[in-house]
Protein backbone atom coordinates (compact mmCIF):
# COMPACT_ATOMS: atom_id res chain seq x y z
CA UNK A 1 0.00 0.00 0.00
CA UNK A 2 2.61 2.02 -0.22
CA UNK A 3 5.03 3.47 3.07
CA UNK A 4 3.70 6.25 4.99
CA UNK A 5 6.56 7.64 6.99
CA UNK A 6 10.60 6.90 6.43
CA UNK A 7 13.51 7.70 9.36
CA UNK A 8 16.79 8.47 7.32
CA UNK A 9 20.05 8.41 9.98
CA UNK A 10 17.73 9.74 12.42
CA UNK A 11 19.71 11.04 15.66
CA UNK A 12 18.23 12.55 19.46
CA UNK A 13 21.13 13.41 21.78
CA UNK A 14 20.24 15.24 24.86
CA UNK A 15 22.78 17.17 25.78
CA UNK A 16 24.89 17.71 29.21
CA UNK A 17 25.71 20.33 30.64
CA UNK A 18 28.28 21.36 33.43
CA UNK A 19 30.95 23.42 35.12
CA UNK A 20 30.48 26.96 36.68
CA UNK A 21 29.38 28.49 32.99
CA UNK A 22 26.98 25.37 32.30
CA UNK A 23 28.60 25.28 29.34
CA UNK A 24 27.09 21.31 26.84
CA UNK A 25 30.36 18.98 27.93
CA UNK A 26 28.78 15.97 26.34
CA UNK A 27 25.12 14.13 24.89
CA UNK A 28 23.47 11.52 25.38
CA UNK A 29 22.78 9.43 22.76
CA UNK A 30 19.65 8.25 22.91
CA UNK A 31 18.88 7.77 19.21
CA UNK A 32 21.87 7.15 17.48
CA UNK A 33 20.75 7.23 13.39
CA UNK A 34 18.25 4.81 12.78
CA UNK A 35 16.89 3.83 9.22
CA UNK A 36 13.16 2.75 9.39
CA UNK A 37 10.82 2.77 6.38
CA UNK A 38 6.98 2.32 7.72
CA UNK A 39 4.14 1.06 5.39
CA UNK A 40 0.89 2.12 5.20
CA UNK A 41 -1.17 -0.50 7.46
CA UNK A 42 0.92 -2.42 9.17
CA UNK A 43 2.18 -2.47 13.16
CA UNK A 44 5.67 -2.04 13.44
CA UNK A 45 7.00 -3.40 16.70
CA UNK A 46 10.17 -2.09 18.64
CA UNK A 47 11.41 -3.70 20.94
CA UNK A 48 14.61 -3.89 23.52
CA UNK A 49 16.04 -3.10 26.77
CA UNK A 50 15.15 0.41 28.68
CA UNK A 51 17.02 2.59 27.65
CA UNK A 52 17.55 1.44 23.83
CA UNK A 53 15.46 4.31 22.46
CA UNK A 54 12.07 3.05 21.85
CA UNK A 55 10.22 5.53 23.38
CA UNK A 56 12.62 8.55 22.20
CA UNK A 57 11.87 7.27 18.59
CA UNK A 58 8.03 7.62 18.87
CA UNK A 59 8.33 11.00 20.46
CA UNK A 60 11.08 11.90 17.97
CA UNK A 61 8.50 10.46 15.18
CA UNK A 62 5.29 13.03 16.34
CA UNK A 63 7.70 15.72 16.90
CA UNK A 64 7.11 15.74 21.04
CA UNK A 65 11.03 15.81 20.77
CA UNK A 66 13.05 17.96 18.00
CA UNK A 67 15.46 15.79 15.98
CA UNK A 68 19.37 15.93 16.20
CA UNK A 69 20.23 15.23 13.28
CA UNK A 70 19.03 13.08 10.45
CA UNK A 71 15.11 13.48 8.28
CA UNK A 72 12.27 12.12 9.20
CA UNK A 73 9.50 11.93 5.67
CA UNK A 74 6.10 11.69 5.75
CA UNK A 75 4.21 10.59 2.67
CA UNK A 76 0.52 11.65 1.81
CA UNK A 77 -1.80 8.86 0.86
CA UNK A 78 -2.38 9.92 -2.75
CA UNK A 79 0.72 7.23 -3.92
CA UNK A 80 2.08 10.05 -6.70
CA UNK A 81 2.17 12.94 -3.58
CA UNK A 82 5.98 14.07 -3.00
CA UNK A 83 7.27 13.04 0.37
CA UNK A 84 7.25 16.04 3.34
CA UNK A 85 10.21 16.51 5.07
CA UNK A 86 8.67 16.80 9.36
CA UNK A 87 12.68 17.47 10.54
CA UNK A 88 12.80 20.32 10.93
CA UNK A 89 9.13 21.67 11.21
CA UNK A 90 7.68 22.49 14.91
CA UNK A 91 4.37 21.61 15.87
CA UNK A 92 2.81 24.63 15.54
CA UNK A 93 3.92 24.25 11.69
CA UNK A 94 2.93 20.63 11.04
CA UNK A 95 -0.59 22.19 12.61
CA UNK A 96 -1.02 24.61 10.27
CA UNK A 97 -0.19 22.07 7.51
CA UNK A 98 -2.65 19.61 8.76
CA UNK A 99 -0.40 17.10 9.84
CA UNK A 100 -0.81 16.86 13.30
CA UNK A 101 -3.94 15.26 13.45
CA UNK A 102 -2.38 12.57 10.82
CA UNK A 103 -0.20 11.18 13.69
CA UNK A 104 -1.16 10.40 17.19
CA UNK A 105 -0.03 9.12 20.43
CA UNK A 106 -1.23 6.73 23.23
CA UNK A 107 1.31 7.04 26.44
CA UNK A 108 2.32 4.35 28.71
CA UNK A 109 0.40 5.13 31.45
CA UNK A 110 -3.47 7.11 30.98
CA UNK A 111 -3.64 8.39 34.69
CA UNK A 112 -0.54 10.48 33.87
CA UNK A 113 -1.79 11.26 30.13
CA UNK A 114 -5.14 12.37 30.60
CA UNK A 115 -5.90 15.36 32.47
CA UNK A 116 -7.69 14.86 35.94
CA UNK A 117 -9.51 18.44 36.07
CA UNK A 118 -11.49 17.45 32.52
CA UNK A 119 -14.80 15.52 32.15
CA UNK A 120 -14.41 12.74 29.87
CA UNK A 121 -16.42 14.44 27.28
CA UNK A 122 -14.10 17.15 26.92
CA UNK A 123 -10.90 14.99 27.34
CA UNK A 124 -12.15 13.50 23.79
CA UNK A 125 -13.59 16.67 22.49
CA UNK A 126 -10.20 18.73 22.94
CA UNK A 127 -8.12 17.60 19.91
CA UNK A 128 -11.21 17.94 17.56
CA UNK A 129 -11.86 21.24 18.22
CA UNK A 130 -8.05 22.17 17.01
CA UNK A 131 -9.56 20.20 13.81
CA UNK A 132 -12.46 21.36 12.57
CA UNK A 133 -15.28 23.24 14.46
CA UNK A 134 -18.47 21.40 15.25
CA UNK A 135 -21.93 22.48 17.03
CA UNK A 136 -22.27 20.99 20.33
CA UNK A 137 -24.90 18.45 19.32
CA UNK A 138 -23.05 17.37 16.78
CA UNK A 139 -19.57 17.46 18.75
CA UNK A 140 -21.28 14.90 22.06
CA UNK A 141 -22.64 12.54 19.02
CA UNK A 142 -18.98 12.48 17.96
CA UNK A 143 -17.66 12.24 21.24
CA UNK A 144 -20.05 9.34 22.03
CA UNK A 145 -19.46 7.39 18.42
CA UNK A 146 -15.69 7.30 19.57
CA UNK A 147 -16.59 5.48 23.08
CA UNK A 148 -18.77 3.00 21.39
CA UNK A 149 -15.91 2.82 18.99
CA UNK A 150 -13.49 1.71 22.15
CA UNK A 151 -16.27 -0.27 24.27
CA UNK A 152 -17.27 2.49 26.37
CA UNK A 153 -20.81 4.40 26.74
CA UNK A 154 -22.23 7.75 26.73
CA UNK A 155 -23.03 7.00 30.48
CA UNK A 156 -19.35 7.58 30.94
CA UNK A 157 -19.37 11.27 29.00
CA UNK A 158 -19.97 13.46 32.56
CA UNK A 159 -16.90 11.16 34.65
CA UNK A 160 -13.40 12.16 35.73
CA UNK A 161 -10.75 9.81 34.71
CA UNK A 162 -9.98 8.79 38.53
CA UNK A 163 -13.13 7.50 38.49
CA UNK A 164 -12.47 4.40 35.42
CA UNK A 165 -9.94 1.38 36.10
CA UNK A 166 -6.81 1.31 34.08
CA UNK A 167 -8.29 -0.11 31.23
CA UNK A 168 -10.89 1.90 30.73
CA UNK A 169 -8.31 5.13 31.21
CA UNK A 170 -6.51 3.43 28.64
CA UNK A 171 -9.88 2.92 26.10
CA UNK A 172 -10.60 6.51 26.70
CA UNK A 173 -6.82 7.83 25.67
CA UNK A 174 -7.24 5.48 22.63
CA UNK A 175 -10.22 7.07 21.72
CA UNK A 176 -8.91 10.76 22.10
CA UNK A 177 -5.94 9.51 19.38
CA UNK A 178 -8.04 8.47 17.05
CA UNK A 179 -10.68 11.93 17.18
CA UNK A 180 -8.62 13.20 14.48
CA UNK A 181 -8.80 10.49 12.20
CA UNK A 182 -5.31 9.93 12.41
CA UNK A 183 -3.16 7.77 10.05
CA UNK A 184 -0.25 6.51 12.25
CA UNK A 185 -0.41 5.92 15.52
CA UNK A 186 2.61 5.38 18.45
CA UNK A 187 1.86 3.37 21.13
CA UNK A 188 4.02 3.12 23.81
CA UNK A 189 3.39 0.76 26.01
CA UNK A 190 -0.28 0.88 26.15
CA UNK A 191 -0.37 -2.08 28.04
CA UNK A 192 2.04 -2.27 30.63
CA UNK A 193 0.26 -0.81 33.14
CA UNK A 194 -2.75 -3.18 32.94
CA UNK A 195 -3.54 -6.39 34.04
CA UNK A 196 -2.95 -9.61 31.91
CA UNK A 197 -6.33 -9.98 31.19
CA UNK A 198 -7.02 -6.36 30.43
CA UNK A 199 -4.11 -6.43 28.08
CA UNK A 200 -5.60 -8.48 26.19
CA UNK A 201 -8.83 -6.97 25.61
CA UNK A 202 -6.71 -3.98 24.39
CA UNK A 203 -4.61 -5.67 22.12
CA UNK A 204 -7.96 -7.12 20.41
CA UNK A 205 -9.24 -3.13 20.93
CA UNK A 206 -6.69 -1.97 18.99
CA UNK A 207 -6.31 -5.14 16.32
CA UNK A 208 -9.82 -4.22 15.35
CA UNK A 209 -9.16 -0.67 15.27
CA UNK A 210 -6.48 -1.20 12.69
CA UNK A 211 -8.08 -3.15 10.21
CA UNK A 212 -11.48 -1.45 10.56
CA UNK A 213 -9.86 2.47 9.93
CA UNK A 214 -6.40 0.97 7.71
CA UNK A 215 -4.62 2.48 10.88
CA UNK A 216 -0.77 2.16 11.14
CA UNK A 217 0.81 1.23 14.40
CA UNK A 218 4.63 2.03 15.56
CA UNK A 219 4.21 -0.09 18.94
CA UNK A 220 7.15 0.27 21.73
CA UNK A 221 6.96 -2.71 23.89
CA UNK A 222 9.37 -4.81 26.08
CA UNK A 223 6.82 -7.38 26.23
CA UNK A 224 7.68 -9.89 23.35
CA UNK A 225 4.58 -12.22 23.43
CA UNK A 226 2.94 -8.86 23.18
CA UNK A 227 4.63 -7.86 20.29
CA UNK A 228 4.31 -11.18 18.77
CA UNK A 229 0.64 -11.62 18.84
CA UNK A 230 0.40 -7.72 17.36
CA UNK A 231 2.77 -6.61 15.06
CA UNK A 232 3.74 -7.21 11.57
CA UNK A 233 7.81 -6.26 11.70
CA UNK A 234 9.58 -6.41 14.32
CA UNK A 235 12.36 -3.74 14.92
CA UNK A 236 14.81 -4.60 17.77
CA UNK A 237 16.95 -2.12 19.14
CA UNK A 238 20.25 -1.60 21.44
CA UNK A 239 21.74 1.76 22.61
CA UNK A 240 19.65 3.53 20.39
CA UNK A 241 21.03 1.61 17.05
CA UNK A 242 18.47 -1.12 14.81
CA UNK A 243 20.10 -4.09 15.31
CA UNK A 244 17.73 -6.52 13.78
CA UNK A 245 14.39 -5.88 11.51
CA UNK A 246 12.29 -8.30 10.42
CA UNK A 247 8.50 -9.74 9.52
CA UNK A 248 7.00 -11.41 13.36
CA UNK A 249 7.15 -14.89 12.28
CA UNK A 250 10.57 -14.56 10.55
CA UNK A 251 12.27 -12.64 13.53
CA UNK A 252 10.92 -15.42 15.79
CA UNK A 253 11.95 -18.66 13.69
CA UNK A 254 15.08 -17.48 12.25
CA UNK A 255 17.08 -14.52 14.42
CA UNK A 256 20.30 -13.57 13.45
CA UNK A 257 21.87 -11.14 16.13
CA UNK A 258 23.14 -12.82 19.44
CA UNK A 259 20.95 -9.96 20.84
CA UNK A 260 17.79 -11.28 19.27
CA UNK A 261 18.63 -14.23 20.63
CA UNK A 262 19.00 -13.66 24.20
CA UNK A 263 15.66 -11.50 24.36
CA UNK A 264 13.82 -13.97 22.65
CA UNK A 265 15.48 -17.49 24.83
CA UNK A 266 14.06 -15.33 27.69
CA UNK A 267 10.35 -16.14 26.91
CA UNK A 268 8.84 -18.70 29.48
CA UNK A 269 8.52 -22.02 28.29
CA UNK A 270 5.21 -23.64 29.71
CA UNK A 271 7.17 -27.14 29.72
CA UNK A 272 9.93 -25.51 31.61
CA UNK A 273 12.83 -26.04 29.00
CA UNK A 274 13.49 -22.53 28.08
CA UNK A 275 15.27 -21.95 31.70
CA UNK A 276 17.94 -24.27 30.92
CA UNK A 277 18.55 -22.94 27.64
CA UNK A 278 18.39 -19.09 28.09
CA UNK A 279 21.41 -17.43 27.05
CA UNK A 280 22.27 -14.97 29.92
CA UNK A 281 24.31 -11.74 28.58
CA UNK A 282 26.98 -10.83 31.32
CA UNK A 283 27.49 -7.66 32.25
CA UNK A 284 25.25 -3.86 31.83
CA UNK A 285 24.22 -1.85 28.98
CA UNK A 286 26.72 0.59 28.31
CA UNK A 287 26.09 4.44 28.92
CA UNK A 288 24.65 6.10 26.17
CA UNK A 289 26.98 9.06 26.87
CA UNK A 290 30.01 6.93 25.87
CA UNK A 291 29.01 4.23 23.61
CA UNK A 292 31.95 1.72 22.87
CA UNK A 293 33.54 1.44 19.67
CA UNK A 294 32.67 -0.91 16.45
CA UNK A 295 29.53 -2.43 17.50
CA UNK A 296 27.58 -1.31 20.12
CA UNK A 297 27.00 -5.03 21.43
CA UNK A 298 30.18 -6.06 21.40
CA UNK A 299 30.82 -5.88 24.95
CA UNK A 300 28.15 -8.19 25.94
CA UNK A 301 28.14 -10.42 22.81
CA UNK A 302 29.77 -13.96 23.36
CA UNK A 303 30.36 -14.11 20.02
CA UNK A 304 32.27 -11.08 19.56
CA UNK A 305 36.04 -11.26 17.70
CA UNK A 306 37.96 -8.38 16.78
CA UNK A 307 36.70 -7.23 14.11
CA UNK A 308 33.26 -6.33 16.23
CA UNK A 309 35.69 -3.96 18.69
CA UNK A 310 37.08 -1.93 16.30
CA UNK A 311 34.18 -1.65 13.13
CA UNK A 312 30.66 -0.84 13.35
CA UNK A 313 28.48 -3.46 11.27
CA UNK A 314 26.31 -2.20 8.89
CA UNK A 315 22.29 -2.65 8.75
CA UNK A 316 22.32 -5.05 5.87
CA UNK A 317 19.66 -6.93 4.07
CA UNK A 318 19.73 -10.94 4.51
CA UNK A 319 17.09 -11.05 2.30
CA UNK A 320 13.88 -9.16 1.38
CA UNK A 321 12.08 -8.48 4.80
CA UNK A 322 15.19 -9.30 6.89
CA UNK A 323 17.64 -6.55 7.69
CA UNK A 324 20.95 -7.59 10.53
CA UNK A 325 24.02 -5.42 12.06
CA UNK A 326 25.85 -7.84 12.54
CA UNK A 327 29.14 -9.24 11.28
CA UNK A 328 28.77 -12.83 12.73
CA UNK A 329 25.07 -12.86 11.58
CA UNK A 330 25.34 -16.27 9.36
CA UNK A 331 27.46 -17.99 12.02
CA UNK A 332 24.95 -16.70 15.23
CA UNK A 333 22.63 -19.78 14.56
CA UNK A 334 25.09 -22.52 14.46
CA UNK A 335 27.75 -20.50 17.77
CA UNK A 336 24.10 -20.07 19.84
CA UNK A 337 23.64 -23.87 19.36
CA UNK A 338 27.08 -24.78 19.87
CA UNK A 339 26.99 -22.61 23.54
CA UNK A 340 24.32 -22.67 24.81
CA UNK A 341 21.95 -25.27 23.21
CA UNK A 342 18.89 -24.31 20.47
CA UNK A 343 17.56 -21.34 21.99
CA UNK A 344 13.89 -21.89 23.46
Request: with cysteine; charged share 25%.
Amino acid sequence: MGKILELKKLKKHYPIFGGVMRRRINSVKALDGIDLTINRGECIGIVGESGCGKTTTGKTVIKLHKASSGEIIYYPEKSNAPGISLTDKSRFAMSRLGLTGKMQMVFQDPATSLNPRLLIKNIIAEPITVQQRLKSREMQEKVIALLNLVGLSKDHLLRYPHEFSGGQRQRIAVARAIATNPELLVLDEPTSALDVSVQAQILNLLKKLRHEFNLTYLFITHHLLVVKYISTKIVVMYLGKVVEESETNQLFSMPMHPYTFALLSGIPSIDGRSISQRIVLEGDVPSPINPPRGCSFHTRCPFAIEQCKNQEPELEKVDANHRVACHRKFDVEKLVQEKFGKAG
